[in-house]
């Protein structure tokens, strides 16, 4: 267990850095000169050579990075060029928001998912298999930037229950969390499903019928446990890309987190906050999917001793 | 066969939609005041947007946008991705770790987000949505043609071949990729379906096409701000994109269980 612990971490560490140099590298595929974009063209030389040596971007390429990882490693992204700020207090700001939005989603997404996918593969072939995969298949096909807006229409404008914008009081998450939780449960339906499918085939739930459990008793202690497994993984990765921002929820809901901060950055033409903000974003990414993998070969045996060899 | 005729019947449209909107008299940019916000009704199937725009005539020439950048995206990311992997599959060994690693940290950024910020920073228009998409989908077909090249290099026809003395370019056009193609349509098929939800969403966030050209996210994000008294702006583009992404993954779906029971078959 030691031996895949640390490999998956070393691994992770390459990846981060991957993903840093990528990051840093952005900046140099502005078109033109990244200075003059950032400031206009009415901006006075004196103020370009400036931004050109706060940046770093009079260097060699090679000192560049190695300062921009140097930075990263004492955890300072520099300052905002629109608001002058650290960046490391404009992403504080806005993680709590994202972090929560993250939570609700996920705990949306398993609370539908679960018993949905369950249905679905104990009543294999019936009318609730195909109503349930209809309508997860449908699930899995609505854009973010649809459904945001059908549901806004739907309970804000026609209903008034929530509201349509922003993160005023308990009420507003609704929507935000119910457009990225929906999205995940058709996904999580879909996996628990087929996982279970696969489960019940086992010899050991044979066993358990013969040794005559109720089938509900055979489902929920004995089935649902089996195929908790892949259905992790599923999970660790939507967490991670909640985690991440959910870049288009957070704008059709003017939800303020770091999705929200990306495409401000975009706008803004901040492009040192939006590589502080994609940074942050993999970071989150890459932790939750590594302690997914842990958490994985912790539960199962077989798959430290097959990649440890 | 009658599963398919629904979604086969809904990909068609659209493709002829594509295909044909250049050679149809369209008006996407054409302005009639008295019809600002107008509901759907005789004078257009569709109504019109807030500037009295047809809704009709963008939807058709949006429909043209995402096809041609979903197109465009899926055949070049394919193209590179199954060149790359395939590569890094047969020879193995430094280059192999070297493409794993790689492809690790383009995995490492969730959903399109090395997307927006490409297309962020590369500025909008149609070419740099294609580049950014196409930086983001190598990944995928990279990843499943270097699977299943490693898993088919050893199988006995292959070795056969190399003892035979094949070329590498002969044995990968006819014993390799001969086997690893229906995987790779079903994933190409499914990749279709991302790309259409991923221009609209670049769309969306103003980093798609420029307007005035209709894209059917520019046409969402637009719509969002009248949704009180013209919900149709969102409904007739939402209802084209949830269209098609449906028939696209349900055409995904039969492909993948029909060509699994082949391959099964075959084994």
Redesign the interface.
């Known amino acids: 267990m030691i031996r895949y612990l640390v490999g998956r971490l070393l ?1 992770a560490g ?3 850095a ?2 840093a140099v ?1 990051v840093f590298l ?2 140099h ?3 033109g000169d990244p200075v003059e974009v950032m400031l206009g063209e009415s901006a006075r030389p004196a103020d370009r050579e400036a931004l050109r040596h706060a940046l770093g971007l009079d260097q060699p390429i090679l000192i560049q990075l190695g300062r921009y990882l140097e930075g990263i490693a004492q955890l300072d992204l520099g300052t905002s060029l629109h608001s002058k700020r650290p960046i490391t207090d404009l992403l504080a700001e806005r993680v709590p928001a994202t972090f929560q939005l993250a939570v609700v989603a996920l705990l949306v997404a398993i609370t539908l998912g679960v018993p949905l996918g369950t249905l679905a593969a104990t009543r294999r072939g019936t009318g609730w298999d195909f109503a349930t995969m209809g309508v997860s ?2 699930g ?7 459904m945001g ?2 549901l ?2 739907i309970f804000s ?1 026609w209903l008034g229950w929530f509201p349509v914008s922003g993160r005023e009081g308990g009420a507003a998450i609704v929507l935000p969390a119910l457009t990225l939780g929906t999205a995940m449960a058709a996904i999580l339906a879909r996996m628990v499903r087929s996982s279970l499918l696969e489960v019940i085939q086992e010899d050991f739930i044979r066993t358990a019928r013969a040794k005559g459990l109720g089938e509900r008793r055979v489902v929920l202690a004995h089935a649902l446990p089996n195929a908790a497994l892949p259905v992790i993984t599923v999970i660790g990765l939507q967490l ?2 909640l985690l ?1 921002g ?3 929820t957070e ?2 809901f003017s939800w303020p987190g770091i999705g929200q901060l ?2 401000e950055a ?2 803004r033409r901040d ?1 040192p906050v ?1 590589q502080a903000c ?1 940074l942050l ?2 970071l989150a ?2 932790v939750v999917n590594t302690a997914t993998d842990l958490i994985y070969a912790a539960l199962d045996p077989r798959i430290r001793l097959e990649q440890a060899r | 066969m009658i599963r398919l005729l629904i979604p086969g019947a809904v990909l068609f449209l659209w493709a002829v939609l594509a295909l044909i909107a250049p050679m149809v008299p369209l008006a996407p940019n054409k302005v009639d005041l008295m019809q600002i916000l107008s509901v759907p009704g005789a004078d257009g199937w569709f109504g019109f947007d807030a500037l009295g725009r047809p809704v009709g005539d963008r939807l058709a020439v949006g429909a043209r946008t995402s096809f041609l950048v979903a197109f465009g995206v899926v055949s070049v990311s394919m193209v590179v991705g199954v060149f790359i992997g395939t590569i890094a599959g047969w020879i193995g060994g430094v280059f192999d770790h070297l493409v794993v ?2 492809m ?2 383009f995995l ?7 997307a ?3 297309a ?4 909008p228009g149609i070419d740099n949505v294609i580049i950014a998409l196409v930086t983001v989908g190598w990944v995928g077909f990279a990843r499943l043609s270097r699977a299943q090249v490693m898993t088919i290099r050893q199988r006995e026809h292959v070795q056969a071949a190399r003892a035979l003395g094949s070329r590498v370019w002969v044995i990968v056009r006819r014993h390799l990729l001969p086997l690893i193609w229906a995987p790779i349509i079903v994933e190409a098929t499914f990749a279709v ?1 991302g790309v259409v ?1 991923a221009e ?2 670049l769309s ?4 798609g096409v420029q307007p005035p050209v209709p894209s059917w ?1 520019s046409m ?2 637009d ?2 701000r009248y ?2 008294v013209a ?1 149709h702006l ?2 007739v583009p ?1 209802t084209a ?2 269209f098609v ?2 028939a696209v ?2 055409v995904g ?1 039969s492909l993948r269980d029909r060509m699994d029971v082949r391959l099964r078959a075959g084994d």
């Open positions: 691994s390459v990846v981060i991957g993903v990528i952005l900046i595929l502005v078109p298949m449908l899995v096909s609505v854009p973010n930037f649809v807006p059908l806004i229409l404008v991670g890309t991440g959910a870049v288009i704008i059709v990306t495409i975009i706008q492009y939006l994609m974003i993999c990414y890459v | 690693r790689i690790d940290v490492a950024f969730p959903g399109i987000l090395l927006i910020a490409l962020g920073i590369l500025g379906a939800i609209a969403g969306f966030l103003g980093l996210g969402i994000r719509g969002t949704m009180l919900p969102v409904l939402g994109i949830l992404v449906l993954n349900l779906d």
